[in-house]
């Protein structure tokens, strides 16, 4: 079995029984989905023009009920007053939760940048203290990270914590962009002890000289609080501290991983319930005596957007399954998010730009009615947003994506420049023209967005060796080409086992959305290793390379029409349950 982790599924075959599915849920996931699509649906979508009106009261309330039917909780043992479900459940939570992203955000930071921090990094007084409170949603919590001059540079923090003769620390300086800021009652913070070593710490609202600032006026998420947070001589015990003194990005970074993949998650049920949305109007809509849903135009829009999600799901479950397959104890489970960042920040960047584009399309379709507060369509383009530029941009997380690929190879945990150098010797051996069958194609396609992947991150070693770092834009191509490869791959173990075991009519629905995802991934590679490659080689090199990329990524000219049309009917006939049941019944929808 090819490991799912750090990068080595790009060497290699992945069985399709070696992932997980959305799929493969079982009974208790068909249950807390539906708890979780039920509260969102019953308590907080009637709600949303209040919270978009900064109604904090309303929006504790909300976290309250949240808590008290357990879904603040599942990444928490019952121990700490959770309910310890596994990753998977905690996915499937986020998914609900996205269908509308303000709630997603206020709650989606109190799990994900609190209550895990402390789970993970917490002494056992830490967690007793706080983690029951955060659990019920009595007490609220926020992450302090961002400063005026450290976003994407986050330890170039200038908030300072002084030492105190009692042990305790002084905290100074001004945090930005904090999500529940306004009404958090508990703060991890980030400040460098003696101006020098970056630490984490619990800080109570309630502390003297912790001032919450005023609200942000945002281009999106009216409903989600987002305040700085000004730091004057506050003042706490040595026992603030989360985790270690000088380990502060310990802290920061693993549980960024973390919430990579729960913002994944979230933007995942976002782009599901879009299409839905999309498909309801394109199939009530009429011009010229039909509804637009059956005209061409609008079909490529319903069947790209259905195939863009098919394969970015595929991708979030398939690193759902990756994680709980570490079968580690939740309160060290920030481990596997380390082994896994390569596919978070994946994840992160291919689930955020998938949402994107789904929303530009759920807009278009809508026409005017899409650029009016009438319809939803319009506030969830601007909520959006945002997703391309937290948990790290997107540009940030395709540095780290290749980065961290060129590290372990360095490191000789991931041999790919052996593998990228016996690539030229294979391509005289590859066929002139791509398979026609849907799985030999969709094996093709996969292999030759991963092979690709290798030889441009090899090249680019070679090259550059150790002033890689310094060519970004070769690591942003490196990146690129990785995202699609994990996507395809991903998408194509999916349908590969649901063409295999399911009927014919849900097979072919699995099959169209893996095509298509695939063929114009492979498109889109082609012409990306046509700019990239000319960065990293040259002359004879350069040719070979080129050619053999050329017959790696060759797909058939295949009529994609029939594919398209097939799906687009699918996503009208069944909206928010196009691969499968409805996510409202606890099934994953399309």
């Not at 459940?89 to 209550?115: D, K, N, P």
């Not at 009615?369 to 790290?392: L, Q, T």
């Not at 030759?448 to 992947?453: A, E, I, S, V, Y």
Request: proline content about 4%.
């Amino acid at each position: 079995m090819i490991s799912q982790c750090g990068g080595e599924w790009l060497l290699g075959e992945t069985s399709a029984d070696a992932v997980c599915l959305p799929e493969d849920r079982t009974d208790e996931h068909r249950m807390i989905a539906a708890t979780a699509h039920a509260f969102m649906e019953q308590e907080v979508l009637p709600r949303r023009e209040a919270l978009e009106a900064k109604d904090w009261a309303l929006a504790r309330t909300l976290m309250r009920q949240c808590g008290e039917l357990g879904l603040l909780g599942v990444d928490v043992p019952d121990a700490w007053g959770g309910v310890g479900l596994d990753v998977m459940s905690s996915v499937l939570v986020s998914e609900a939760m996205g269908r509308y992203a303000s709630f997603a955000t206020t709650a989606g930071a109190h799990m994900g940048l609190c209550i895990v921090p402390i789970l993970w990094f917490g002494t056992p007084t830490q967690r007793r203290t706080y983690l029951p409170g955060l659990v019920s949603g009595e007490i609220i919590g926020a992450y302090g990270l961002s400063e005026a001059a450290s976003g994407s540079d986050a330890l170039g923090a200038r908030a300072t914590a002084t030492r105190l003769p009692d042990g305790g620390y002084e905290l100074n300086g001004e945090k930005l962009w904090i999500t529940n800021g306004g009404f958090a009652d508990l703060y991890v913070v980030f400040a460098k002890v003696d101006g020098e070593h970056f630490t984490a710490f619990l800080v109570p609202r309630a502390t003297p000289g912790v001032t919450p600032g005023r609200e942000e006026h945002k281009m999106g998420l009216h409903g989600s609080s987002t305040a700085p947070l000004l730091l004057q001589g506050a003042r706490v015990g040595a026992d603030a501290v989360l985790g270690e003194v000088g380990k502060g990005h310990k802290v920061a970074f693993t549980v960024l991983n973390y919430g990579r993949m729960k913002l994944g998650a979230m933007t995942v049920g976002g782009a599901r319930q879009a299409l839905k949305e999309a498909a309801t109007y394109a199939a009530a809509r009429r011009q010229f005596g039909q509804p637009i849903a059956r005209f061409g135009a609008i079909q490529v829009k319903l069947s790209e957007m259905a195939a863009r999600l098919y394969a970015t799901e595929s991708a979030l479950y398939r690193l759902a399954g990756s994680l709980e397959h570490d079968e580690l104890p939740h309160e060290v489970r920030g481990r596997a998010f380390e082994q896994h960042a390569v596919e978070a920040s994946i994840l992160k960047v291919l689930a955020s730009e998938t949402l994107q584009y789904v929303l530009d399309e759920n807009v278009q379709i809508h026409g005017g009615n899409g650029f009016v507060r009438d319809y939803p369509a319009e506030g969830a383009y601007r909520d959006a947003r945002v997703n391309r530029i937290f948990e790290g941009t997107n540009e940030i997380n395709r540095l780290l994506i290749a980065g961290q690929l060129a590290r372990r190879a360095v490191k000789g945990e991931l041999p790919l420049i052996a593998a990228a150098r016996a690539l030229p010797d294979q391509f005289l051996a590859l066929p002139l023209t791509p398979p026609d069958d849907p799985a030999a194609l969709l094996a093709h396609i996969v292999s030759g967005l991963k092979k690709t992947t290798v030889l441009l991150l090899g090249a680019a070693m070679q090259r550059y060796r150790e002033s890689l770092a310094e060519e970004q834009e070769v690591l942003l191509w490196i990146a690129d080409l990785a995202i699609e490869a994990y996507a395809i791959e991903s998408a194509a173990l999916r349908a590969s086992r649901v063409m295999a075991r399911a009927d014919a009519s849900v097979a072919a629905i699995h099959r169209d959305a893996a095509l298509i995802a695939a063929s114009e991934a492979a498109l889109r590679a082609e012409m990306l290793v046509r700019r990239a490659l000319p960065a990293v080689l040259e002359g004879d090199m350069l040719r070979i390379a080129l050619s053999g990329a050329r017959r790696l990524l060759k797909v058939p000219a295949a009529d994609q029409r029939p594919w398209r049309r097939a799906l687009a009917a699918a996503c009208v006939a069944r909206p928010g349950a196009v691969f499968g049941e409805s996510a409202r019944h606890g099934m994953l929808a399309g």
